[in-house]
């Protein structure tokens, strides 16, 4: 979806250091998350953002960390990057209005990381 | 705690035949059951959705699935696969009682349709 950017698309990068992955929308949808792929698996999520002063673990956020710096933009860091955390990450947003027709998720095109 | 289950890993199948991708589920109360695909290089696009009423849901690309209460199934189908529907496919489900939508996802199933 064009509406939800990631940068960059791809990095490569050495154990130990300090990697942020970027991204933001124009949907206007105050919801946002970060999710990891790897083969097999699936997506898990990393964290999630309900709004600008809510901010939760999913059931991988160890070694990573977030900030909402707006409502449009949802940063992930890995304060020191380690090999598996390779993975493609994808960042998503949805919309709070409670109806069921606004549940959909929306996700950017990923940021392939490698961790040498 | 929600999970997902797709038991196929790769599905093959040939142009103009039918195709389908399974996927169970495991969720307390009732479920929002999601379908997405993965062209290479690509997010994941939306392609459907069951929320409540008719158990066959009508999706994007032509796709269609059948919610199934009794067996906790969500399967994917198409009547008739074009090579260009070959990627990556994830079932997903949140709870409906849940606050927010936080999905969990299958493993995935990659279709590869040929000519």
């Known amino acids: 979806d064009a509406d939800v950017t990631q940068t960059p698309r791809n990095r490569i990068t050495k154990t130990g250091k300090r990697i942020m992955l970027e991204c933001s929308q124009t949907k206007g949808h105050d919801r946002m998350y970060w999710y990891r792929q790897d083969p097999g698996l699936g997506l898990r999520l990393i964290y999630y953002s309900f709004d600008v002063k809510d901010i939760n673990k999913g059931e991988i956020s160890d070694g990573y960390s977030v900030s909402r710096q707006a409502q449009a933009k949802f940063s992930l860091s890995l304060e020191s990057a380690i090999p598996n955390q390779t993975a493609l990450y994808f960042c998503a947003t949805s919309d709070s209005t409670p109806t069921p027709a606004t549940d959909t998720q929306y996700f950017g095109p990923g940021t392939r990381l490698t961790v040498l | 705690a929600q999970s997902v289950a797709q038991p196929e890993d790769q599905v093959n199948v040939a142009e103009g035949n039918p195709l389908t991708v399974k996927c169970t589920y495991s969720v307390s109360g009732n479920p929002y059951l999601f379908w997405y695909v993965q062209y290479p290089n690509r997010g994941l696009q939306f392609l459907l959705k069951?929320?409540?009423?008719?158990?066959l849901v009508k999706g994007s690309y032509g796709f269609e699935a059948e919610f199934n209460k009794s067996q906790t199934s969500f399967h994917l189908k198409k009547p008739s696969a074009l090579v260009s529907d070959s990627a990556l496919y994830f079932c997903?489900?949140?709870?409906?009682?849940?606050?927010?939508?936080?999905?969990?996802f299958g493993g995935g199933t990659r279709v590869l349709v040929k000519p």
């Open positions: 069951y929320i409540t009423g008719d158990n």
């Open positions: 997903a489900v949140t709870p409906r009682a849940a606050a927010g939508n936080k999905l969990t």
